[in-house]
Protein backbone atom coordinates (compact mmCIF):
# COMPACT_ATOMS: atom_id res chain seq x y z
CA UNK A 1 0.00 0.00 0.00
CA UNK A 2 1.98 3.03 -1.39
CA UNK A 3 1.71 6.49 -2.22
CA UNK A 4 2.73 7.97 -5.49
CA UNK A 5 5.76 9.80 -3.09
CA UNK A 6 6.65 6.46 -1.36
CA UNK A 7 6.45 4.61 -4.74
CA UNK A 8 9.00 7.49 -6.56
CA UNK A 9 11.05 6.89 -3.30
CA UNK A 10 10.91 3.65 -2.29
CA UNK A 11 9.69 1.62 -4.57
CA UNK A 12 11.39 2.75 -7.88
CA UNK A 13 13.76 5.39 -7.14
CA UNK A 14 15.63 3.36 -4.38
CA UNK A 15 18.91 1.96 -5.54
CA UNK A 16 19.83 5.17 -7.25
CA UNK A 17 19.78 7.81 -4.71
CA UNK A 18 23.56 7.62 -4.28
CA UNK A 19 24.83 8.25 -7.68
CA UNK A 20 23.87 8.18 -11.44
CA UNK A 21 26.65 7.33 -13.74
CA UNK A 22 26.83 3.91 -16.22
CA UNK A 23 28.24 1.31 -14.33
CA UNK A 24 31.29 -0.81 -16.69
CA UNK A 25 29.94 -3.67 -18.39
CA UNK A 26 30.67 -7.12 -15.79
CA UNK A 27 30.70 -10.73 -16.31
CA UNK A 28 27.46 -12.80 -16.41
CA UNK A 29 29.63 -15.69 -15.09
CA UNK A 30 31.50 -13.53 -12.14
CA UNK A 31 29.70 -10.41 -10.42
CA UNK A 32 31.44 -7.59 -8.92
CA UNK A 33 32.84 -8.46 -5.56
CA UNK A 34 32.75 -12.09 -5.44
CA UNK A 35 36.45 -12.24 -4.35
CA UNK A 36 35.12 -11.99 -0.96
CA UNK A 37 32.29 -13.98 0.83
CA UNK A 38 29.49 -12.06 -0.56
CA UNK A 39 27.09 -13.64 2.13
CA UNK A 40 29.62 -12.05 5.11
CA UNK A 41 29.88 -8.64 3.14
CA UNK A 42 25.92 -8.83 3.46
CA UNK A 43 25.69 -9.92 7.13
CA UNK A 44 27.75 -7.36 8.13
CA UNK A 45 26.17 -4.81 6.21
CA UNK A 46 22.59 -6.02 7.54
CA UNK A 47 23.61 -5.55 11.42
CA UNK A 48 25.01 -1.97 10.90
CA UNK A 49 21.94 -0.97 9.32
CA UNK A 50 19.51 -2.29 11.95
CA UNK A 51 21.80 -0.60 14.42
CA UNK A 52 21.49 2.76 12.78
CA UNK A 53 17.77 2.55 11.93
CA UNK A 54 16.77 0.71 14.98
CA UNK A 55 14.82 -2.08 12.99
CA UNK A 56 13.54 -4.78 15.58
CA UNK A 57 15.22 -7.27 12.84
CA UNK A 58 15.89 -7.69 9.32
CA UNK A 59 16.40 -10.01 6.36
CA UNK A 60 18.13 -10.50 2.95
CA UNK A 61 19.15 -13.21 0.53
CA UNK A 62 20.79 -12.56 -2.84
CA UNK A 63 21.01 -15.16 -6.03
CA UNK A 64 24.62 -14.98 -7.93
CA UNK A 65 24.60 -15.68 -12.21
CA UNK A 66 25.77 -19.51 -11.45
CA UNK A 67 22.64 -19.96 -8.84
CA UNK A 68 24.94 -19.38 -5.61
CA UNK A 69 22.45 -17.98 -2.95
CA UNK A 70 23.03 -16.31 0.48
CA UNK A 71 20.74 -15.56 3.05
CA UNK A 72 21.46 -13.74 6.60
CA UNK A 73 19.23 -12.32 9.59
CA UNK A 74 19.82 -10.12 12.37
CA UNK A 75 17.74 -8.81 15.22
CA UNK A 76 14.83 -10.10 16.33
CA UNK A 77 11.79 -11.01 14.81
CA UNK A 78 9.23 -10.76 17.90
CA UNK A 79 10.56 -8.52 20.86
CA UNK A 80 8.47 -9.65 23.61
CA UNK A 81 9.25 -13.47 23.42
CA UNK A 82 12.88 -12.80 22.64
CA UNK A 83 12.50 -14.78 19.13
CA UNK A 84 15.67 -14.34 17.06
CA UNK A 85 14.91 -13.22 13.58
CA UNK A 86 16.14 -16.58 10.90
CA UNK A 87 16.47 -16.09 7.43
CA UNK A 88 13.63 -18.14 7.17
CA UNK A 89 11.64 -16.16 8.72
CA UNK A 90 8.45 -14.74 6.69
CA UNK A 91 6.77 -11.42 6.29
CA UNK A 92 4.27 -9.48 4.83
CA UNK A 93 5.56 -8.62 0.97
CA UNK A 94 2.92 -6.13 0.56
CA UNK A 95 3.42 -4.37 -2.90
CA UNK A 96 6.01 -6.88 -4.59
CA UNK A 97 2.66 -9.23 -4.40
CA UNK A 98 1.92 -6.71 -7.53
CA UNK A 99 4.79 -8.55 -9.73
CA UNK A 100 2.78 -11.99 -9.18
CA UNK A 101 -0.51 -10.96 -9.74
CA UNK A 102 0.62 -8.76 -12.99
CA UNK A 103 2.64 -11.98 -14.33
CA UNK A 104 -0.82 -13.64 -14.23
CA UNK A 105 -2.39 -11.53 -16.22
CA UNK A 106 0.37 -11.70 -18.83
CA UNK A 107 0.44 -15.56 -18.70
CA UNK A 108 -3.14 -15.39 -19.69
CA UNK A 109 -2.71 -13.01 -22.25
CA UNK A 110 -0.08 -15.36 -23.63
CA UNK A 111 -2.56 -18.13 -23.67
CA UNK A 112 -4.89 -16.31 -25.52
CA UNK A 113 -7.51 -16.08 -22.25
CA UNK A 114 -7.44 -12.35 -21.88
CA UNK A 115 -6.02 -9.49 -24.02
CA UNK A 116 -3.91 -6.76 -22.30
CA UNK A 117 -5.59 -4.21 -24.29
CA UNK A 118 -9.46 -5.33 -23.41
CA UNK A 119 -12.08 -3.09 -21.60
CA UNK A 120 -12.28 -3.37 -18.03
CA UNK A 121 -16.23 -3.68 -19.35
CA UNK A 122 -15.19 -7.22 -21.34
CA UNK A 123 -14.88 -8.68 -17.85
CA UNK A 124 -16.93 -7.04 -15.14
CA UNK A 125 -19.71 -6.23 -16.75
CA UNK A 126 -22.06 -7.80 -14.34
CA UNK A 127 -20.70 -5.98 -11.31
CA UNK A 128 -23.79 -3.50 -10.68
CA UNK A 129 -21.46 -0.79 -9.37
CA UNK A 130 -19.09 -0.84 -12.13
CA UNK A 131 -20.21 2.49 -13.94
CA UNK A 132 -19.37 4.54 -10.47
CA UNK A 133 -15.80 3.66 -11.39
CA UNK A 134 -14.19 6.89 -12.91
CA UNK A 135 -13.87 6.38 -16.69
CA UNK A 136 -14.81 2.78 -16.31
CA UNK A 137 -15.87 2.61 -19.96
CA UNK A 138 -12.39 3.73 -21.10
CA UNK A 139 -9.73 1.61 -18.50
CA UNK A 140 -8.04 -1.29 -20.42
CA UNK A 141 -6.39 -4.39 -18.37
CA UNK A 142 -2.95 -2.61 -19.12
CA UNK A 143 -3.84 0.63 -17.48
CA UNK A 144 -4.51 -1.27 -14.45
CA UNK A 145 -1.24 -3.18 -14.77
CA UNK A 146 0.88 0.19 -15.76
CA UNK A 147 -1.03 2.40 -13.30
CA UNK A 148 -2.00 4.58 -15.81
CA UNK A 149 -5.96 4.42 -15.22
CA UNK A 150 -6.70 7.48 -13.35
CA UNK A 151 -8.13 5.63 -10.61
CA UNK A 152 -8.07 7.06 -6.99
CA UNK A 153 -5.90 5.04 -4.44
CA UNK A 154 -8.57 3.64 -1.94
CA UNK A 155 -5.64 3.16 0.35
CA UNK A 156 -5.29 7.18 0.89
CA UNK A 157 -8.97 8.05 1.18
CA UNK A 158 -9.70 9.18 4.54
CA UNK A 159 -13.10 6.48 4.44
CA UNK A 160 -10.90 3.58 4.23
CA UNK A 161 -8.93 5.04 7.06
CA UNK A 162 -11.92 5.67 9.31
CA UNK A 163 -13.47 1.88 8.32
CA UNK A 164 -9.99 0.51 9.50
CA UNK A 165 -9.83 2.05 12.45
CA UNK A 166 -13.71 0.69 13.26
CA UNK A 167 -13.83 -2.83 11.49
CA UNK A 168 -9.68 -4.15 12.35
CA UNK A 169 -10.88 -6.91 15.13
CA UNK A 170 -13.79 -7.91 13.81
CA UNK A 171 -14.05 -11.54 12.94
CA UNK A 172 -13.24 -12.66 9.61
CA UNK A 173 -12.21 -10.65 6.31
CA UNK A 174 -14.05 -7.31 6.85
CA UNK A 175 -12.83 -5.30 3.48
CA UNK A 176 -13.22 -7.94 0.70
CA UNK A 177 -12.17 -6.86 -2.87
CA UNK A 178 -15.46 -5.28 -3.83
CA UNK A 179 -15.80 -3.05 0.04
CA UNK A 180 -12.34 -1.61 -1.30
CA UNK A 181 -13.03 -0.57 -4.52
CA UNK A 182 -16.61 0.57 -2.77
CA UNK A 183 -13.96 3.72 -1.31
CA UNK A 184 -13.27 5.09 -4.68
CA UNK A 185 -16.43 4.94 -6.56
CA UNK A 186 -18.49 8.02 -7.40
CA UNK A 187 -14.85 9.91 -7.35
CA UNK A 188 -14.18 12.11 -10.14
CA UNK A 189 -10.94 10.11 -12.01
CA UNK A 190 -7.31 11.70 -11.49
CA UNK A 191 -7.02 11.63 -15.42
CA UNK A 192 -7.94 10.44 -18.48
CA UNK A 193 -7.17 6.88 -18.50
CA UNK A 194 -3.80 6.45 -20.49
CA UNK A 195 -2.76 10.14 -20.12
CA UNK A 196 -0.69 9.71 -17.29
CA UNK A 197 0.88 7.65 -14.23
CA UNK A 198 -0.45 7.67 -10.35
CA UNK A 199 0.03 4.59 -8.32
CA UNK A 200 -3.00 2.79 -7.59
CA UNK A 201 -3.94 -0.21 -5.13
CA UNK A 202 -7.59 -0.20 -6.33
CA UNK A 203 -6.03 -0.77 -9.87
CA UNK A 204 -4.61 -4.22 -8.79
CA UNK A 205 -7.87 -5.06 -6.94
CA UNK A 206 -9.76 -4.77 -9.87
CA UNK A 207 -7.12 -6.77 -11.98
CA UNK A 208 -7.70 -9.75 -8.88
CA UNK A 209 -10.66 -9.48 -9.85
CA UNK A 210 -10.32 -9.64 -13.52
CA UNK A 211 -8.15 -12.69 -13.00
CA UNK A 212 -11.25 -14.62 -10.92
CA UNK A 213 -13.75 -13.87 -14.12
CA UNK A 214 -11.45 -14.98 -16.61
CA UNK A 215 -10.50 -18.12 -14.69
CA UNK A 216 -13.33 -19.15 -12.65
CA UNK A 217 -11.12 -19.64 -9.39
CA UNK A 218 -9.53 -16.98 -7.25
CA UNK A 219 -6.14 -15.03 -7.72
CA UNK A 220 -4.24 -16.43 -5.08
CA UNK A 221 -4.77 -20.26 -6.45
CA UNK A 222 -3.72 -18.82 -9.96
CA UNK A 223 -0.65 -16.97 -8.45
CA UNK A 224 -0.32 -20.37 -6.61
CA UNK A 225 -0.30 -22.95 -9.39
CA UNK A 226 1.12 -21.09 -12.20
CA UNK A 227 4.20 -19.37 -10.37
CA UNK A 228 4.85 -20.88 -6.60
CA UNK A 229 4.55 -24.32 -6.81
CA UNK A 230 6.50 -24.71 -9.88
CA UNK A 231 9.55 -22.53 -9.16
CA UNK A 232 9.10 -23.91 -5.62
CA UNK A 233 8.75 -21.01 -3.68
CA UNK A 234 7.72 -22.87 -0.38
CA UNK A 235 7.78 -20.14 2.12
CA UNK A 236 5.83 -17.97 -0.37
CA UNK A 237 2.17 -18.25 0.92
CA UNK A 238 -1.63 -15.71 0.14
CA UNK A 239 -1.83 -13.28 3.19
CA UNK A 240 -5.41 -14.15 3.06
CA UNK A 241 -6.08 -15.22 6.24
CA UNK A 242 -4.61 -14.20 9.93
CA UNK A 243 -2.63 -17.24 10.80
CA UNK A 244 0.20 -17.21 8.89
CA UNK A 245 3.10 -19.65 10.25
CA UNK A 246 6.46 -18.57 10.78
CA UNK A 247 5.55 -14.63 10.50
CA UNK A 248 7.79 -12.40 12.06
CA UNK A 249 6.17 -9.92 14.41
CA UNK A 250 5.81 -6.25 12.70
CA UNK A 251 5.91 -2.76 14.32
CA UNK A 252 3.79 -0.03 14.14
CA UNK A 253 3.81 3.75 15.23
CA UNK A 254 1.46 3.86 18.25
CA UNK A 255 -0.09 6.70 16.39
CA UNK A 256 -0.84 5.18 12.90
CA UNK A 257 -3.33 6.77 10.63
CA UNK A 258 -5.25 3.18 10.91
CA UNK A 259 -5.47 2.76 14.19
CA UNK A 260 -3.86 -0.43 14.35
CA UNK A 261 -2.18 -2.29 17.35
CA UNK A 262 1.36 -1.23 17.66
CA UNK A 263 2.40 -5.01 16.90
CA UNK A 264 0.72 -7.11 14.35
CA UNK A 265 0.60 -10.36 15.85
CA UNK A 266 -1.13 -11.76 18.90
CA UNK A 267 0.73 -15.07 19.43
CA UNK A 268 3.25 -16.66 16.80
CA UNK A 269 1.96 -16.71 13.38
CA UNK A 270 -1.04 -15.35 14.29
CA UNK A 271 -2.06 -11.26 12.81
CA UNK A 272 -4.21 -9.48 15.30
CA UNK A 273 -5.97 -7.94 12.30
CA UNK A 274 -6.39 -9.73 8.28
CA UNK A 275 -4.01 -9.21 6.28
CA UNK A 276 -6.19 -10.27 3.81
CA UNK A 277 -7.44 -6.33 3.49
CA UNK A 278 -4.36 -5.98 0.97
CA UNK A 279 -6.14 -8.40 -1.72
CA UNK A 280 -4.33 -8.56 -4.50
CA UNK A 281 -2.88 -4.39 -4.01
CA UNK A 282 -0.11 -7.16 -2.57
CA UNK A 283 -1.09 -10.83 -1.24
CA UNK A 284 1.78 -12.61 0.34
CA UNK A 285 4.02 -13.01 2.54
CA UNK A 286 7.52 -14.10 1.42
CA UNK A 287 11.14 -14.23 2.82
CA UNK A 288 13.85 -13.18 0.37
CA UNK A 289 15.49 -15.69 -0.27
CA UNK A 290 12.24 -16.52 -2.13
CA UNK A 291 12.01 -13.47 -3.28
CA UNK A 292 15.31 -13.37 -4.96
CA UNK A 293 14.30 -16.51 -6.83
CA UNK A 294 10.82 -15.11 -7.76
CA UNK A 295 12.98 -11.95 -9.35
CA UNK A 296 15.75 -14.61 -11.21
CA UNK A 297 12.85 -16.38 -12.95
CA UNK A 298 10.57 -13.09 -13.71
CA UNK A 299 13.38 -11.00 -15.38
CA UNK A 300 15.34 -14.03 -16.99
CA UNK A 301 12.88 -15.08 -18.83
CA UNK A 302 11.91 -18.48 -16.61
CA UNK A 303 8.96 -17.86 -15.11
CA UNK A 304 6.99 -18.52 -17.94
CA UNK A 305 6.65 -20.30 -21.34
CA UNK A 306 7.53 -17.97 -24.31
CA UNK A 307 9.71 -14.41 -24.91
CA UNK A 308 7.37 -12.46 -22.59
CA UNK A 309 10.24 -10.36 -21.24
CA UNK A 310 9.30 -7.62 -24.18
CA UNK A 311 5.32 -7.43 -23.25
CA UNK A 312 6.17 -6.97 -19.17
CA UNK A 313 9.05 -4.36 -19.58
CA UNK A 314 7.28 -1.96 -21.89
CA UNK A 315 6.72 0.29 -19.54
CA UNK A 316 5.19 4.22 -19.30
CA UNK A 317 7.45 7.01 -17.56
CA UNK A 318 6.03 7.53 -13.90
CA UNK A 319 7.93 11.33 -13.96
CA UNK A 320 8.32 14.31 -16.07
CA UNK A 321 12.06 13.51 -17.01
CA UNK A 322 11.52 9.76 -17.68
CA UNK A 323 13.95 8.43 -15.59
CA UNK A 324 11.90 5.77 -13.86
CA UNK A 325 9.31 3.75 -15.52
CA UNK A 326 6.95 1.74 -14.58
CA UNK A 327 5.52 -1.63 -16.44
CA UNK A 328 3.57 -4.82 -15.65
CA UNK A 329 3.66 -4.96 -11.87
CA UNK A 330 7.61 -3.48 -12.36
CA UNK A 331 9.65 -0.65 -11.74
CA UNK A 332 12.13 0.11 -13.85
CA UNK A 333 15.09 2.25 -14.39
CA UNK A 334 17.97 2.24 -16.88
CA UNK A 335 20.86 3.44 -15.40
CA UNK A 336 22.45 3.99 -11.94
CA UNK A 337 25.12 3.19 -9.74
CA UNK A 338 25.02 -0.38 -10.74
CA UNK A 339 23.67 -0.32 -14.48
CA UNK A 340 19.62 -0.80 -15.10
CA UNK A 341 17.85 -1.87 -12.34
CA UNK A 342 14.17 -3.89 -12.20
CA UNK A 343 11.92 -4.49 -9.03
CA UNK A 344 9.53 -3.44 -6.86
CA UNK A 345 8.89 -2.66 -3.22
CA UNK A 346 6.22 -2.96 -0.49
CA UNK A 347 5.03 -1.21 2.48
CA UNK A 348 1.96 -2.54 4.61
CA UNK A 349 1.65 -1.76 8.34
CA UNK A 350 4.71 -3.50 10.40
CA UNK A 351 6.34 -4.61 7.50
CA UNK A 352 8.70 -3.48 4.19
CA UNK A 353 10.00 -5.01 1.53
CA UNK A 354 12.26 -4.62 -1.20
CA UNK A 355 13.35 -6.66 -4.50
CA UNK A 356 15.89 -5.45 -7.09
CA UNK A 357 17.13 -7.53 -9.80
CA UNK A 358 20.20 -6.04 -11.64
CA UNK A 359 20.46 -7.37 -15.22
CA UNK A 360 23.99 -6.09 -16.51
CA UNK A 361 24.88 -8.19 -13.43
CA UNK A 362 22.46 -10.89 -13.67
CA UNK A 363 21.89 -10.28 -9.44
CA UNK A 364 18.62 -10.38 -7.44
CA UNK A 365 18.83 -8.62 -3.65
CA UNK A 366 15.84 -8.86 -1.54
CA UNK A 367 15.31 -6.92 2.10
CA UNK A 368 12.83 -7.23 4.59
CA UNK A 369 12.30 -5.95 7.73
CA UNK A 370 9.68 -6.09 10.41
CA UNK A 371 9.39 -1.99 10.96
CA UNK A 372 6.92 -0.09 9.32
CA UNK A 373 7.99 2.42 6.73
CA UNK A 374 6.85 5.17 9.18
CA UNK A 375 9.14 4.43 11.55
CA UNK A 376 11.85 3.86 9.21
CA UNK A 377 11.43 7.49 7.76
CA UNK A 378 11.28 8.72 11.08
CA UNK A 379 15.06 7.35 11.60
CA UNK A 380 16.49 9.58 8.14
CA UNK A 381 14.04 10.36 5.38
CA UNK A 382 13.93 8.45 2.69
CA UNK A 383 15.40 5.32 4.52
CA UNK A 384 14.12 2.39 2.17
CA UNK A 385 16.27 3.83 -0.45
CA UNK A 386 19.41 4.38 1.40
CA UNK A 387 19.29 0.70 2.63
CA UNK A 388 18.94 -0.80 -0.79
CA UNK A 389 21.84 1.30 -1.83
CA UNK A 390 24.02 0.21 0.85
CA UNK A 391 23.11 -3.39 1.11
CA UNK A 392 23.87 -3.62 -2.92
CA UNK A 393 26.89 -1.81 -2.66
CA UNK A 394 27.66 -4.50 0.00
CA UNK A 395 27.52 -7.08 -2.77
CA UNK A 396 28.47 -5.52 -5.65
CA UNK A 397 30.61 -2.25 -4.70
CA UNK A 398 34.06 -4.16 -4.32
CA UNK A 399 34.82 -4.60 -7.94
CA UNK A 400 33.13 -1.57 -9.48
CA UNK A 401 35.86 0.49 -6.93
CA UNK A 402 38.58 -1.78 -8.14
CA UNK A 403 37.92 -1.01 -11.26
CA UNK A 404 37.84 2.87 -11.46
CA UNK A 405 41.47 2.95 -9.43
Not at 93 to 115: N, Q
Not at 357 to 363: A, I, L, Q, S, T
Amino acid sequence: MLSRREFLTGVAVGPWLAGGCRSEAASPEVPPGVEEDPEDRLQVELEALRREYGLPGATAAFILPLGTLGAVATGMADRDTGLEMEPHSRMLAASIGKSFVAATVLDLSRGRELGLDDPLTRWLSDRPWLPRIPSYDAITVRHLLTHTSGLPDHVYTAAFAEAVRARWNLPGNAFPPETLVSFILDRDAAFAPGSRWAYSDTGYVLLGMVIEAVTGSRWQHEVLERFLVPLHLADTTPSDRRTLPGLATGYVPPDNRLGLPASTTIAPGVMAWNPALEDAGGGLASTPSDLVRWGRALFEGGAMAGDYLPDLLRSVPTDSDGSVRYGLGVAIREWGPFGRVWGHAGRIPGYTSSLRYYPDHRVAIAFQTNADAALLTRTRGDSLARIEHRLVHALLGRRRQASSL
